[in-house]
């Protein structure tokens, strides 16, 4: 089976510039879920979608949005971006939540200058 | 937010030496799970334990659950220079909510 899949690896953004990251999910996972990594915070949640709807979500402002097609594939966005949104977006598919193991994508880097 | 504590944040041990890390968590749990990142790429699922283990091994890694002391460690024996990496644990707290250790970062060196 393939992996989790994560475009782009890399983007380089602007402040105040928005941006889209993409998460391909393992064949028959239907649960995805996103998260932030950086050296002060660590992992940090962002949300979770099950089935196209958004079933958990973390403590981040409403400019950090997602959603999940019908064929679990998921994408996240960002508007408005602020310097401090640089970090590591990591995507993680699994069966099912709570009692699943993740299987996560590499992760795309964001540096907003 | 809410996370996990784990300790040691950092470790830095010789090649074939054993390291222990170790993770505390504040709820009751349905199971508990270890993770494993390396530089700058995404993590990887080393060992699931239920509420109901005690102990579980996988090649020469073994987790211990003590739910009375609401703690987990992961052992990791004969160590090699490729084990360097930041090690996660993880578990779901109330309302199923997810919470994440803020790892151990383990050097191990040839």
């Known amino acids: 089976k393939a992996g989790v899949t994560q475009t782009p690896r890399y983007l380089i953004k602007t402040r105040g510039q928005q941006v889209t990251l993409s998460c391909s999910p393992i064949s028959g996972h239907r649960s995805v879920s996103w998260y932030q990594q950086t050296p002060g915070q660590g992992l940090q949640f962002l949300f979770e979608?099950?089935?196209?709807?958004?079933?958990n979500k973390g403590n981040f402002p409403g400019r950090f949005s997602g959603r999940q097609f019908s064929n679990s594939r998921s994408e996240m966005n960002v508007s408005t971006l602020e310097l401090g949104d640089s970090a590591l977006y990591l995507c993680a598919s699994s069966l099912e939540t709570v009692n699943s193991p993740l299987h996560f994508g590499n992760g795309t880097r964001l540096t907003v200058t | 937010s809410q996370q996990g504590e784990e300790d040691p944040q950092a470790l830095s041990i010789q090649e074939g030496e054993n390291a222990t890390m170790n993770c505390s968590y504040k709820t009751s749990i349905n199971n508990l799970q270890w993770y494993r990142q390396n530089s700058g790429r995404g993590l990887v699922h080393l060992i699931l334990i239920r509420s109901n283990e005690r102990e579980k091994h996988s090649g020469r890694l073994r987790v211990t659950l003590d739910t009375s002391k609401k703690s987990s460690s992961l052992l990791i024996t004969a160590s090699r220079a490729a084990d360097t990496a930041s090690y996660f644990c993880r578990y779901a707290g109330n309302n199923r909510k997810l919470i994440w250790g803020l790892g151990t970062s383990l050097a191990v060196n040839p």
């Open positions: 979608y099950f089935s196209e709807t958004q079933r």
